[in-house]
């Protein structure tokens, strides 16, 4: 693809769209908005695009902290980097096989 796609028509076709749902489960709500916090911290994630990723782990944030104010106050710590864990110490608290449900 050599062309960059047409944004103006993508803008369009999307604000015309209806609202999409989706069922999500916690775990997997947890773990997206770990993501979306580990891609806002890089440097050249700012502008429209990262307010709206913010907004959203934000909102995720709030739900989660609806079911246990524990799973709020965990992703709370991942906006801030002096509580992070490596790969190894998340994969040995969390990932304890398929968590598909």
Not at 14 to 30: G, K
Not at 40 to 64: E, Y
Not at 80 to 92: A, G, I, K, N, R
């Amino acid at each position: 693809m050599s062309e960059l796609p047409n944004f103006e028509a993508i803008s369009k076709i999307l604000e015309a769209a209806e609202p999409i749902e989706m069922v999500i489960t916690p775990f997997r709500a947890y773990v997206l908005v770990a993501h979306l916090q580990l891609a806002l911290r890089h440097p050249g994630n700012t502008g429209a695009s990262a307010d709206v990723a913010r907004d959203m782990a934000q909102r995720l944030q709030a739900r989660l902290g609806q079911i246990h104010p524990l799973l709020s106050e965990t992703i709370e710590q991942g906006w801030h980097p002096e509580f992070d864990v490596t790969h190894e110490e998340y994969e040995e608290l969390f990932w304890e096989g398929d968590r598909d449900a």
